[in-house]
């Protein structure tokens, strides 16, 4: 279990309470081997036999080793397909196919499906805050994380045998790893279900007839298989995140047209939608059978695979502006991609918007996270875009240039990428409106944790600039509030949302604003069995990397950590190691470790910028920081001479071809330190405000 070694502390009613709940998911794990391997112990010698506290927690059954049966199945089932099957690309298995074969057969599918025990893990994510809101983030992730084991195990066993059932269960094992912090496996698996696919080739359409007129196609499994494939490429482009060296699907390869509406798969009716061009249809269809408007059969599915292929496009250009043209010309690949996302908007239907229509409509239909998502996805990769008028707020390689007669050019667009990152927290505002679960999908707390450095860092800009009154720095604020708080809800349901939290803490402190959660999460002493990790020196080899261009938080950054933690804890142990290297708790257990212990105190911090807190009531620093003793927030200092667009992360002071931040994110890991944290690029001196770090 992983709440064994978590190094957080989490508001319970009382710790004896936590150590109940952690005896009981223990004993329900023994107790259930006891009855594969008899125990010698007699039940009148053994307490897990004589305790009556498994009967008292309706959820313990989500921590057996054996799926349930009757109600408890089908309400396990019932959840994945409310809150994953309508999300980014998931759904791909066929609801009415699914639970006829699990109605008719529920003994040998709850015996040998690895995809039923994988879609249980994932609806017993949701189930249990149902059941037991109020338990420790980290007890609630470990809910049906022992189905997914088994379903792992059973498709790593013949990897010979391919199947298209295979590949499904592998795809929400992805989601499933990713989700409780498991991110060198999803890494591992978001590879092995890019060659699955095309090993069974699901690239190309299965035959030429469509339309399934002849008796032996089925419009059912042919659509399973493209949104099969297009989940893949969604995958795919999320792990690549724009860098070559990581991509293993091109857009060109991907010759199938693109996923129906719902409705049309739910039922079975065969349809010609367009392929990821717009207006394009398959060359093979016949012409008398192209409908006059394909993409009327097209569904929120097919939207949101386009904008994630435009993404792909907007995070190589941001990698890669060393060999772009200026920005401002005419012909630039900045002008084209902001009119790129122009022309999708413009292309969406009435039912796609973001307004109280659209939101009402896809809540009743269980696709209100979908909406959610593609709305986030929309702006954030606008915020992504736009990012190169803030360059040191994100990892980029090398900075634009601006000339003097081009400042307002570089205003407009940070003003632009501002916008946007508002435009996020207002909606993820209105979806934690409807339910938390709405924010069901994994990177939504990433983009809540962006989207709240965005608009800080532009709150300091606005005292140079001016260009905002008082009345929208209030709503600004607001605005970062909400996604604390959000990212605080969301932490049962996706263990990054908790990195993403505590570094949102520290980036409002920094800014002068006092964080107003419900809870507040506080970082604990050395616990029993941590190893400390010394911070070697510049010795990373001289060499272009993934590293040198993602964010912390990339699926890729985060499974080479977690990949490292495992070295390092086998070289301070010497002996192979035990541990689990994708537990999130080891990785969140380094939040601040060494520095906890070996930096002073901050006693009485400085705001990040006065003229700020000013404007914000000048919170004094007693009541700043009150509930707040066991964080430690590194001491800035301010120039008022440089300009805020000057600051940099580091002094150039090494040669080679990586950036200077680069090297330092590159020793931290070396280190084991987690990359996520503010702190590591201040340490009190620097000179940089704490949330100024790059991404």
């Not at 010609?272 to 717009?278: F, G």
């Not at 601006?402 to 990152?421: I, Y």
């Not at 140079?464 to 909400?482: F, H, M, P």
Request: glycine share 4%; hydrophobic share 40%; with cysteine.
């Amino acid at each position: 279990m992983r709440s064994q070694d978590a190094q957080v502390v989490y508001v319970v009613k009382d710790a004896r309470e936590r150590e109940s709940i952690v005896s009981i998911i223990q004993n329900q794990t023994v107790l259930e081997k006891s009855e594969v391997v008899p125990d010698t112990l007699s039940s009148a010698s053994n307490p897990i036999h004589n305790s009556e506290s498994l009967t008292e927690k309706p959820w313990s059954w989500l921590y057996s080793q054996e799926l349930p049966e009757g109600s408890k199945l089908w309400a396990l089932i019932e959840e994945y397909f409310a809150h994953i099957h309508p999300m980014r690309c998931f759904g791909f298995v066929h609801k009415p196919s699914f639970m006829q074969r699990i109605d008719e057969d529920i003994g040998s599918c709850r015996d040998e499906e690895s995809l039923l025990h994988v879609i249980c893990a994932l609806g017993a994510k949701f189930l249990i805050l149902n059941y037991a809101p109020q338990l420790p983030p980290d007890i609630m992730l470990g809910a049906g994380n022992q189905w997914a084991k088994i379903a792992k195990s059973r498709i790593f066993i013949d990897l010979d045998d391919l199947s298209i059932e295979k590949l499904m269960t592998a795809i929400l094992l992805y989601d499933h790893d990713l989700r409780i912090g498991s991110y060198a496996s999803a890494f591992m698996l978001s590879g092995m279900t890019a060659r699955m696919s095309q090993a069974l080739q699901l690239n190309l359409e299965s035959s030429a007839d469509v339309l399934c007129l002849k008796a032996d196609t089925s419009p059912i499994v042919n659509e399973a298989r493209r949104r099969l494939m297009w989940s893949c490429y969604v995958m795919d482009s999320w792990v690549g995140s724009g860098v070559n060296q990581l991509t293993l699907l091109e857009d060109r390869d991907v010759k199938i047209q693109l996923p129906c509406h719902s409705h049309n798969f739910t039922l079975g009716i065969p349809c010609i939608t367009e392929t990821l061009d717009a207006n394009k249809v398959l060359n093979f269809i016949p012409q008398e059978s192209v409908p006059s408007d394909p993409s009327q059969n097209m569904g929120i599915e097919s939207y949101f695979i386009r904008l994630v292929s435009s993404r792909k496009k907007v995070l190589r250009y941001v990698k890669h502006l060393n060999s772009a043209k200026p920005p401002w010309q005419e012909d630039s690949e900045f002008l084209s991609l902001s009119a790129e996302f122009d022309t999708w908007r413009q292309s969406l239907p009435q039912s796609l918007l973001w307004n109280a229509g659209a939101i009402y409509a896809r809540k009743e239909s269980s696709q209100l996270g979908a909406l959610t998502l593609l709305w986030c996805t929309f702006h954030q990769t606008l915020v992504d875009l736009y990012r190169i008028g803030m360059p040191i707020l994100f990892r980029i390689q090398k900075d634009i240039e601006f000339p003097p007669d081009q400042q307002e050019f570089l205003e407009n667009c940070q003003r632009a990428c501002f916008d946007n990152a508002r435009e996020v927290s207002n909606i993820l505002a209105e979806a934690l409106r409807h339910g938390i679960k709405i924010l069901a999908d994994t990177w939504l707390c990433i983009i809540a944790h962006d989207s709240t450095k965005v608009m800080l860092y532009y709150l300091k800009l606005n005292e140079r600039l001016q260009s905002l009154d008082q009345r929208e720095v209030n709503e600004t604020i607001a605005l970062a509030q909400g996604n604390l708080e959000g990212l605080l809800r969301m932490r049962p349901m996706v263990a990054t949302a908790e990195h993403c939290y505590l570094s949102v803490i520290k980036m409002m402190v920094a800014a002068g604003i006092r964080p107003q959660s419900s809870n507040m999460i506080m970082t604990s002493q050395h616990g029993p069995g941590d190893t400390e990790v010394g911070v070697p020196g510049l010795e990373s080899p001289m060499q272009e990397s993934p590293e040198n261009v993602l964010n912390p938080l990339a699926i890729y950054r985060m499974a080479r950590t977690a990949l490292h933690e495992k070295d390092v804890q086998t070289s301070a142990s010497n002996s192979p190691s035990t541990q689990n290297t994708s537990s999130p708790t080891a990785t969140r257990s380094r939040l601040g470790r060494n520095r906890l212990q070996d930096q002073p105190r901050v006693e009485t911090p400085q705001f990040a910028s006065p003229a700020l807190a000013q404007s914000l009531g000048g919170f004094p620093n007693s009541n700043l920081y009150q509930g707040m003793e066991n964080f430690y927030f590194p001491q800035t200092r301010e120039d008022p001479s440089m300009p805020v667009a000057n600051l940099a992360p580091l002094t150039n002071s090494f040669g080679g071809s990586w950036d200077p931040a680069d090297l330092a994110v590159m020793d931290i890991l070396d280190g084991g330190i987690a990359p996520w944290t503010a702190e590591y690029l201040t340490d009190g001196q620097s000179g940089v405000d704490p949330f100024l770090f790059p991404f």
